[in-house]
Nanobody, 126 residues
Framework: QVQLVESGGGLVQAGGSLRLSCAAS??????????MGWFRQAPGKERESVAT????????YYADSLKGRFTISKDNAKNTVYLQMNSLKPEDTAIYYC?????????????????WGQGTQVTVSS
């Protein structure tokens, strides 16, 4: 069984920064073998893709609207994935979810992800 636990969310003013973490665990699960992704869901909206990173951390993809502000990274030794969010805007307010893909190939397609965390709330005030 794979468990993903997000942390680092909270309330921040517009223009501020937050770093989300996603700690992965499981008897044989290692993020070094799988692509990982971040997704978000704002109130009343569908869940959308934010960023993804491949197994070797050599490839990352971002939602077009977030390029330049968000950065995904991972520390294989800690089995943890991060999302650095800068220049936050009120429209970034959402629950942010971490997910593990079924392969090592980075993808923003949500259907490629099998394991999901419970999410962490990010609220950006104006």
């Amino acid at each position: 069984q794979v468990q993903l636990v997000e942390s680092g969310g909270g309330l921040v003013q517009a223009g501020g920064s937050l770093r989300l973490s996603c700690a992965a665990s499981g008897r044989t699960f290692s993020i070094s073998s799988y692509a990982m992704g971040w997704f978000r869901q704002a109130p009343g909206k569908e869940r959308e893709s934010v960023a993804t990173i491949n197994w070797s951390s050599s490839i990352t993809y971002y939602a077009d609207s977030l390029k330049g502000r968000f950065t995904i990274s991972k520390d294989n030794a800690k089995n943890t994935v991060y999302l650095q969010m800068n220049s936050l805007k009120p429209e970034d307010t959402a629950i942010y979810y971490c997910a593990a893909a079924t392969t090592g190939w980075a993808s923003l397609a949500q259907g490629q992800y099998k394991y999901w965390g419970q999410g962490t709330q990010v609220t950006v005030s104006s």
